[in-house]
């Protein structure tokens, strides 16, 4: 336990499962008042306990929001319905998704899908946050969850990448668009992470094993290790670091 995100209400898209639940989590250790599980349903993809029961027992205040993050009015109900917990603080836009069918003959329906999941839904998202935060006068964190295939491609990943990627300059252009409000704005990019979502695309987790012999560190990541890495960019010890985007990736973009 630490007290980074002491006295911080922080909204995590997509946080019932996966990464999104280790962001969560993470930010109960690290000394959150309240967490905002916002996602399309309250039970983990993996199973087992909710994400909201998990921090009440950490002593966290917790609340789930069932959201579409595809839907403008949605993120603004969704940080609206924090303005009684203070309004956010710290906004982790998480939610995103990868598609089986990935590649250089990516269908029209699914590059949309991938774009409206993982741009429009992060782009909403922080809007609506950025909003609430200059209302109130808030110096916030937004913090996106962008990806290793943001900073490199691959024939298997030709949408998610190039969803990633936008993620990472969105990141970027709102740093210098809220800067002056004093709203900082950085990505975080996983690696191998042993979440579900590597099985997501068959060509992936083919590579995977190949690619974590190869990387520096020689094994995959954990979601918890990607919450640490969050909640530091949510805290006053980032307070001078903003349109960065950060490899949690054990080294793998290093030497790739």
């Not at 909201?52 to 949605?74: H, K, N, P, W």
């Not at 603004?76 to 250089?104: K, S, Y």
């Not at 970027?172 to 979440?195: E, F, M, Q």
């Amino acid at each position: 336990m630490t007290a980074l995100l002491k006295d911080k209400l922080i909204v995590v898209t997509g946080g019932a499962s996966g990464i999104g639940r280790g962001i969560a989590l993470a930010a109960a250790r690290h000394g959150a008042r309240a967490v905002v599980i916002a996602d399309l349903q309250p039970d983990p993809k993996e199973g087992g306990a909710t994400t909201t029961s998990l921090l009440e027992e950490m002593g966290t205040i917790a609340r789930f929001c069932r959201v579409d993050v595809t839907s403008r009015a949605d993120m603004d109900a969704l940080v609206a319905d924090t303005l009684d917990l203070g309004g956010v603080d710290v906004m982790v836009c998480n939610a995103g998704i990868a598609l089986p069918r990935d590649g250089c003959d990516i269908s029209e329906e699914d590059f949309h899908q991938l774009l409206r999941v993982n741009l429009d839904g992060v782009l909403f998202s922080a809007q609506a946050a950025a909003a609430q935060m200059r209302s109130l006068g808030k110096q916030g964190s937004i913090v996106m969850t962008g990806s290793m295939g943001g900073i490199r491609g691959a024939a298997v990943t030709v949408g998610y990448s190039t969803t990633k990627g936008g993620v990472c300059l969105m990141a970027a252009s709102l740093a210098d668009a809220l800067g002056p409000d004093g709203i900082r704005v950085n990505a975080v990019c996983p690696g191998l992470i042993d979440t579900s979502l590597i099985n997501a695309s068959p060509g992936v987790a083919k590579a995977a094993q190949g690619l974590v012999d190869r990387m520096p560190l020689r094994r995959l990541g954990q979601p918890s290790e990607v919450g640490d890495a969050v909640a530091w960019l949510g805290s006053d010890c980032s307070s001078f670091v903003t349109g960065v985007s950060l490899a949690v990736d054990g080294g793998l973009t290093a030497i790739i």
